[in-house]
């Protein structure tokens, strides 16, 4: 239930976005990856996802990487995008019918762990609803669903908090401090440093497609000697020296 990032080179056309990465994150960890707009996350969590292939070095989950396994390793990841993806010729029934087929989970299981989050999330009576019908938080609740009910050990979350009211803000969050308490591992990039601050038990920070800087709040107010410093603060300090 780890993510073992090893030399990690990634990018389009043979064009490195990123460079030499190195990072391990473990089990029950929550980590945050903070960077300005271009600095590579994108990249990193694509790459980590299997969507675009390194050009250099290996990304392990659980010690499995995607050219050894590839159904093992598509199968620990709960991915929730930025940008919510759903078929708009399925219902929200038919989508948790889908995760169900993809994750191979009997259907029972996956409608018996998704009523809870149904019912927190305002969603218990519009399982046949399209998504034309739902609002940006709405299909954002959805994506999450689709995520949290499977038997993931791993969790790729990308700026998680656009579009959710305060409410499903904080069921969210409880939903990931769940999973980490259970041993799974927790990647997420936000621009809500409050949020982060909340959440997260260390943080990567990314600049020019390379991880500067990791560590817990006050490892990382020492590295930028930046005492007593908050993450906003820190995260001022990155926008400066880049």
Same mark, same amino acid.
């Given at each position: #239930?780890?993510?073992?990032?090893?030399?990690?080179?990634?990018?389009?056309?043979?064009?490195? *976005?990123?460079?030499?990465?190195?990072?391990? $994150?473990? !089990?029950?960890? *929550? *980590?945050? $990856?903070?960077?300005?707009?271009?600095?590579?996350?994108?990249?990193?969590?694509?790459?980590?996802?299997?969507?675009?292939? !390194?050009? =250099?070095?290996?990304?392990?989950?659980?010690?499995?990487?995607?050219?050894?396994?590839?159904?093992?390793?598509?199968?620990?990841?709960?991915?929730?995008? =930025?940008?919510?993806?759903?078929?708009?010729?399925?219902?929200?029934?038919?989508?948790? =019918?889908?995760?169900? $087929?993809?994750?191979?989970?009997?259907?029972?299981?996956?409608?018996?762990?998704?009523? !809870?989050?149904?019912?927190?999330? +305002?969603?218990?009576?519009?399982?046949?609803?399209?998504?034309?019908?739902?609002?940006?938080?709405?299909?954002?609740?959805? #994506?999450?669903?689709?995520?949290?009910?499977?038997?993931?050990?791993?969790?790729?979350?990308?700026?998680?908090?656009?579009?959710?009211?305060?409410?499903?803000?904080?069921?969210?969050?409880?939903?990931? +401090?769940?999973?980490?308490?259970?041993?799974?591992?927790?990647?997420?990039?936000?621009?809500?440093?409050?949020?982060?601050?909340?959440?997260?038990?260390?943080?990567? $920070? #990314?600049?020019?497609?390379?991880? *500067?800087?990791?560590?817990?709040?006050?490892?990382?107010?020492?590295?930028?000697?930046?005492?007593?410093?908050? #993450?906003?603060?820190?995260?001022?300090?990155?926008?400066?020296?880049?």
């Amino acid at each position: #239930m780890s993510i073992e990032i090893n030399n990690l080179s990634s990018g389009y056309r043979r064009i490195p *976005v990123i460079k030499h990465i190195n990072a391990q $994150l473990d !089990p029950g960890e *929550v *980590v945050s $990856l903070i960077g300005l707009n271009g600095a590579g996350k994108s990249t990193l969590l694509k790459t980590i996802l299997g969507l675009i292939q !390194p050009l =250099e070095g290996e990304v392990l989950l659980n010690g499995i990487s995607l050219l050894d396994d590839q159904m093992s390793y598509a199968g620990s990841i709960g991915y929730i995008p =930025e940008t919510p993806i759903l078929y708009e010729e399925l219902t929200l029934r038919e989508h948790l =019918e889908m995760v169900a $087929l993809g994750y191979q989970l009997p259907l029972g299981l996956i409608m018996e762990r998704a009523q !809870p989050m149904l019912e927190k999330f +305002r969603l218990a009576d519009k399982l046949d609803w399209f998504p034309t019908h739902f609002s940006k938080g709405m299909k954002q609740k959805v #994506m999450i669903i689709c995520a949290f009910v499977t038997d993931a050990t791993i969790f790729i979350i990308d700026e998680p908090f656009l579009g959710l009211d305060p409410v499903g803000i904080q069921d969210l969050m409880n939903l990931m +401090r769940q999973r980490a308490k259970a041993g799974a591992t927790i990647l997420f990039t936000t621009h809500v440093l409050s949020m982060a601050d909340q959440l997260a038990d260390r943080y990567l $920070l #990314m600049r020019s497609g390379e991880i *500067v800087a990791d560590g817990n709040l006050t490892q990382l107010q020492e590295q930028f000697k930046l005492p007593g410093a908050t #993450m906003d603060e820190i995260y001022l300090k990155l926008a400066e020296v880049n």
